[in-house]
T-cell receptor
């Protein structure tokens, strides 16, 4: 069965420090991978998605970046965190069930607090 | 602008009671509508996925309905349990891919014993 691992679960970082969140998927090959952010009182916002190694699409201009060094590994990074980067970050992978039915499976999330 | 509006924002009901959550959307062109359950501090879990040709979809005690003409959906929970306490998120898709999704802010449901 497929599983998705995301870590760390919580993170407190000072403004201006770097960030690296990692996500790995097991039990499937060549998955579509996604990074979302969920701010308090707001809906999930797609940050990046990837359809293959080295292929990254950015949805929102910001000081974050993503990389996919391996088929089942997706990394979210920042060189210098801002206060506005605080939020709940979710990694996800998708399985295509049929036309119009690409199902998302989410990781357990990382609560990032930038102070 | 593509939007997904959910109501109510929060809801408290007694264990064993039924409840219905609402979702209105302006996403166009519409492809599919999904309902997710998100426990506090966890990632969302898919409950149902419906395309424009489907009117209803059930998953245990959860039943989702879709009216693509009025652009409305509802999620009905039958015989609520304490474990149903969570946020329920309505998500609308432009196409088949997961990169074209618009998420609602969710309804926070609390089940009291």
């Amino acid at each position: 069965s497929q599983t998705i691992h995301q870590w760390p679960a919580t993170l407190v970082q000072p403004v201006g420090s770097p960030l690296s969140l990692e996500c790995t998927v097991e039990g499937t090959s060549n998955p579509n991978l996604y990074w979302y952010r969920q701010a308090a009182g707001r809906g999930l916002q797609l940050l990046f998605y990837s359809v293959g190694i080295g292929q990254i699409s950015s949805e929102v201009p910001q000081n974050l970046s993503a990389s996919r060094p391996q088929d089942r590994q997706f990394i979210l990074s920042s060189k210098k965190l801002l206060l506005s980067d605080s939020g709940f970050y979710l990694c996800a992978w998708s399985s295509i069930l049929g036309p119009g039915r690409e199902k998302l499976f989410f990781g357990s999330g990382t609560q990032l607090s930038v102070l | 602008k593509n939007q997904v509006e959910q109501s109510p924002q929060s809801l408290i009901i007694l264990e064993g009671k039924n409840c219905t959550l609402q979702c209105n959307y302006t996403v166009s062109p519409f492809s599919n509508l999904r309902w997710y359950k998100q426990d506090t501090g966890r990632g969302p879990v898919s409950l149902t996925i419906m395309t424009f040709s489907e009117n209803t979809k059930s998953n245990g005690r959860y039943t989702a309905t879709l009216d693509a003409d009025t652009k409305q959906s509802s999620l009905h929970i039958t015989a609520s349990q304490l474990s149903d306490s969570a946020s329920y998120i309505c998500v609308v898709g432009l196409g088949g891919g997961a990169d074209g999704l618009t998420f609602g802010k969710g309804t926070h449901l609390i089940i009291q014993p």
